[in-house]
């Protein structure tokens, strides 16, 4: 079934954003960056390529402005950032295979790895959002959120050497800020405390600092709450106050071990 989304209570001329074109350019866009074959060792069709995937760019544009000249200019801006942000993926992918013993090479990160996946995406959306321009990152980072599990707003702020280890059930919210050499593993949510909805505009979700590591399923909420330099946020934490650099933060359960003989049998139920 093929969704559109439609702007209500606006006079429209021209055709709603329809979501399956917007994924299908972010996986061309995203093929066409890390190729992994020889198929773009010929520059010429490499450029030809470029200005294909551009100009499906602009026709998606086309649907959110009315501006033709601006649509041309946000579209060149786009492809002018693409460089730099090539760049930054190289090191996010250089991070997983110097980090992860599970990596075997470039190509099985590229191809398999869902955390890499969402960040490309994440980084390629979060150009959109920049420049103001509705729907279409959102659209990009639920597409992935679909795939993945992994749920990174665009309007986020993520510094370079990212690092998603497995990455199910991950929440990046809106106006997180994360810094360089983070990472992050499953079940992790960096969130919002309750705000109305008149200070949606102000700071809601936590600001992770430098060499920060947070493991599976901790839970950090509020926008001033930051957790320090080269700190370290044990599994299943819960944090909705600060913490200073080079913290170790976990959360202690106790775990009893007795002898089977000791317990009744269990009921055994047939669902």
Avoid: C
């Amino acid at each position: 079934m093929s969704y559109s989304i439609y702007i209500r209570n606006q006079e429209r001329t021209k055709s709603p954003i329809n979501k399956k074109q917007v994924e299908k350019w972010v996986d061309e866009l995203i093929n066409w960056l890390f190729d992994i074959s020889q198929e773009y060792s010929n520059y010429r069709f490499f450029q030809n390529k470029e200005k294909l995937i551009q100009l499906k760019l602009q026709d998606i544009l086309a649907n959110v402005a009315d501006d033709t000249n601006q649509i041309i200019v946000n579209s060149n801006y786009f492809f002018d950032s693409l460089e730099q942000i090539h760049f930054v993926l190289i090191n996010d992918l250089e991070t997983i295979i110097n980090f992860d013993p599970a990596a075997k090479s470039k190509e099985e990160v590229l191809i398999a790895y869902p955390g890499f996946f969402a960040i490309t995406a994440y980084r390629i959306a979060n150009i959109f959002w920049k420049l103001n321009i509705p729907i279409v990152p959102r659209i990009i980072t639920e597409y992935v959120h679909s795939k993945t599990g992994i749920d990174i707003h665009p309007g986020a702020e993520i510094g370079e050497n990212f690092f998603i280890d497995h990455g199910t059930g991950i929440v990046i919210g809106e106006t997180t800020k994360i810094g360089n050499n983070v990472k992050i593993y499953q079940g992790v949510t960096l969130g919002a405390l309750s705000v109305s909805k008149d200070n949606a505009s102000d700071k809601r979700h936590p600001t992770i600092e430098n060499n920060v590591t947070i493991y599976a399923n901790a839970t950090i909420l509020g926008g001033n709450t930051t957790i320090g330099v080269s700190s370290v946020i044990g599994g299943n934490v819960w944090l909705t106050h600060s913490v200073p650099e080079n913290s170790l933060v976990y959360h202690k359960s106790e775990i009893e071990i007795k002898k089977k003989s000791e317990f009744p049998e269990a009921l055994n139920y047939v669902i």
